[in-house]
């Protein structure tokens, strides 16, 4: 299995509180992304990094902050968590050698907004 | 823009039969296509994927997946189904030549239910 450690793995807190949820890598890939899973939707994009730095919004980002200072390390910041931000979080990896190498996931986080 | 479907929610099977999970997408260009699976607790883990040459590529656990470009479809096979296979399978689509960004398009998952 590829090297992703996402942290913490459960968590639940109140509305209005900050959040942070990690995302650590040793695989030093280029590409991370953060998605998050709901009945019914699938997966969808919240925000993606092609690298130190550089980060770009996905389909879902309102209400989502992200910070990427070292290539092994991603966050994704909920600034004032809501009920409707309660999800399954996960932090995915990819190469940037080939455009035809998949994603690598992590194991999420289920976070639940009270 | 792309597209991803996948039209069955659930597909039951009895162990032993031959399973299909069905798939089709909406993309510019040629696709590059790809099968995760994904099982309780865990995240997706790559099965396969096509990106140019056979129609017909094999993955993971003894998966294969017919890439069908006048149908747009890439439906997810195998000849005989195991109980372990039970799971939420997710097909993904990206289109070629999009700089390493790659950016993939997940449709909404299929659950597959195998019945002993």
């Known amino acids: 299995d590829a090297g992703i450690t996402q942290s913490p793995r459960h968590k639940v807190t109140e509305t209005g509180t900050p959040v942070t949820l990690r995302c650590h890598q040793t695989?030093?890939?280029?590409?991370m992304y953060w998605y998050r899973q709901d009945p019914g939707h699938g997966l969808r994009l919240i925000h993606y990094s092609y690298g130190v730095k550089d980060t770009d919004k996905g389909e879902v980002s309102d209400g989502y902050s992200v910070s990427r200072s070292k290539t092994e390390d991603f966050l994704l910041t909920l600034e004032s968590a809501t009920s409707s931000q309660t999800s399954v979080y996960f932090c995915a990896i990819s190469e940037s050698k080939s455009e035809g190498q998949p994603q690598h996931f992590g194991d999420g986080t289920r976070l639940s907004i009270l | 823009a792309q597209s991803v479907a996948q039209p069955e929610d659930q597909v039951n099977v009895a162990e032993g039969n031959p399973l299909t999970v069905k798939c089709t997408y909406s993309v510019s260009g040629n696709p590059y296509l790809f099968w995760y699976v994904q099982y309780p607790n865990r995240g997706l883990q790559f099965l396969l994927k096509?990106?140019?040459?056979?129609?017909l590529v094999k993955g993971s656990y003894g998966f294969e997946a017919e890439f069908n470009k006048s149908q747009t479809s890439f439906h997810l096979k195998k000849p005989s189904a195991l109980v372990s296979d039970s799971a939420l399978y997710f097909c993904?689509?990206?289109?070629?030549?999009?700089?390493?960004?790659?950016?993939?398009?997940f449709g909404r998952g299929t659950s597959l239910i195998v019945h002993p």
């Open positions: 096509y990106i140019t040459g056979d129609n």
């Open positions: 695989e030093n890939h280029r590409y």
């Open positions: 993904a689509v990206r289109p070629p030549g999009a700089g390493g960004s790659y950016i993939p398009t």
